[in-house]
T-cell receptor, first 118, second 116 residues
Framework: KAGVTQTPRYLIKTRGQQVTLSCSPI?????VSWYQQTPGQGLQFLFE???????NKGNFPGRFSGRQFSNSRSEMNVSTLELGDSALYLC?????????????????FGPGTRLTVL | AQTVTQSQPEMSVQEAETVTLSCTYD???????LFWYKQPPSRQMILVIR??????QNATENRFSVNFQKAAKSFSLKISDSQLGDAAMYFC?????????????FGDGTTLTVKP
């Protein structure tokens, strides 16, 4: 199976612009989560989509939004970019598997999109 | 809310030696999973090892093993016979046992240097 793919891999924007990042999950995975990784804040959870619905949300301002399509591909959008939005944005897809008779949920990460805001 | 703490920002080890990375966590849940991820300079997060909280036996994957102390809420990673390719940032992560929980909580990471 192909892994999680993210496009673009690198992006440079200026303050005030908006940006859209894309994530294609592993085939068959219905859950897609987004994380922001910065040197100062570490890995922070943005939101999770499952079957086209936002199921979980982190503590980020409304400028950060996302959506999921019927094929499970997901996009996240950041409007009115700020310098502090410069980060590596990681997408992870997951599915429910079985181990020892119990279900578990394991995430597989994409390579990330490096966003630089000037 | 769950928290994950990695108290060692940086660690170094001689090639072929053993190193242990520390992680503690806090949760009120009884059903959860713990993970160690490796993030090399390429930035691709790679799952190293998983531990189910309901299992008393420590997980092992080749040269990687964990010491899971549930009562102490401690979850350390031991890397044996360290190799140059092990150099990376390592993250400890917590995930609820609820399959509908879409979030993992990560520690701040430990940068591991392997000296030849």
């Amino acid at each position: 199976k192909a892994g999680v793919t993210q496009t673009p891999r690198y992006l440079i924007k200026t303050r005030g612009q908006q940006v859209t990042l894309s994530c294609s999950p592993i085939s068959g995975h219905r859950s897609v989560s987004w994380y922001q990784q910065t040197p100062g804040q570490g890995l922070q959870f943005l939101f999770e989509y499952f079957s086209e619905t936002q199921r979980n949300k982190g503590n980020f301002p409304g400028r950060f939004s996302g959506r999921q399509f019927s094929n499970s591909r997901s996009e996240m959008n950041v409007s009115t970019l700020e310098l502090g939005d410069s980060a590596l944005y990681l997408c992870a897809s997951s599915s429910i598997g079985l181990a020892g008779g119990r279900s578990y949920n394991e995430q597989f990460f994409g390579p990330g999109t490096r966003l630089t805001v000037l | 809310a769950q928290t994950v703490t990695q108290s060692q920002p940086e660690m170094s080890v001689q090639e072929a030696e053993t190193v242990t990375l520390s992680c503690t966590y806090d949760t009120s849940e009884s059903d959860y999973y713990l993970f160690w991820y490796k993030q090399p300079p390429s930035r691709q997060m790679i799952l190293v090892i998983r531990q189910e909280a309901y299992k008393q036996q420590n997980a092992t994957e080749n040269r990687f093993s964990v010491n899971f102390q549930k009562a102490a809420k401690s979850f350390s990673l031991k890397i044996s016979d360290s190799q140059l390719g092990d150099a990376a940032m390592y993250f400890c992560a917590y995930r609820s046992g609820d399959p509908n929980a879409g979030k993992s909580t990560f520690g701040d990471g430990t940068t591991l240097t392997v000296k030849p």
